[in-house]
């Protein structure tokens, strides 16, 4: 199906700016423009459902996900010289394009940045997924995941970031079992 009006109307994101739209109001447009079941797959994919996610854009994106996270796996193991595969999970194919980005984000010389990079990477392939048209629920749903991104981005706070670094190197380490 596809949803003309309500797609035209959402108004466009970027990873570096706070976006024109929070999250709760999408979801109530969301709500009263979208068939029900494409409603759910928006808040399935959004963690906001328990339902166990049967719709193919929901397989799609978290393939794509473990993808991206086997492929940084399989990168932190090879610079610490350690075996991948009690850690990796099961994916349907593998990407090299996944690899390539995994590896190039980790690349970068700050935390901040390497979060950046896989967070621009993520916006690639949410475009990627929404195909082409831009008034499918495929697109819907991209939207979705790229909100959801930005809205990330735009709530990060550097002090807060700081205090809970210090906080965590403050704590005392765990004991070396004997």
């Not at 993808?67 to 193991?77: E, G, M, S, W």
């Not at 190039?104 to 916006?123: G, I, N, V, Y």
Request: with cysteine; glycine share 4%.
């Amino acid at each position: 199906m596809n949803y003309y009006y309500f797609a035209a109307s959402l108004p466009t994101l970027a990873l570096d700016a706070p976006p024109p739209l929070r999250m709760a109001a999408f979801l109530t447009l969301c709500q009263e423009h979208l068939r029900a079941a494409d409603y759910e797959t928006v808040r399935q994919l959004l963690g906001l459902s328990d339902a166990r996610p049967g719709n193919a854009l929901l397989r799609e994106w978290h393939g794509r996900e473990v993808q991206l996270r086997n492929a940084l796996v399989r990168a932190r193991a090879a610079r610490l010289g350690r075996d991948a595969t009690p850690y990796l999970r099961p994916e349907a194919a593998a990407d090299s394009a996944v690899d390539k980005a995994a590896a190039e984000a980790l690349s970068r010389p700050a935390p901040h940045e390497r979060e950046l990079a896989l967070d621009r990477f993520r916006w690639a392939q949410a475009d990627e997924m929404a195909g082409y048209n831009p008034f499918s629920v495929a697109s819907i749903v991209a939207y979705a995941l790229k909100l959801k991104l930005a809205e990330r981005w735009a709530t990060l706070d550097e002090q807060a970031g700081r205090a809970a670094a210090e906080a965590l190197v403050a704590q005392p380490a765990p004991a070396a079992a004997a």
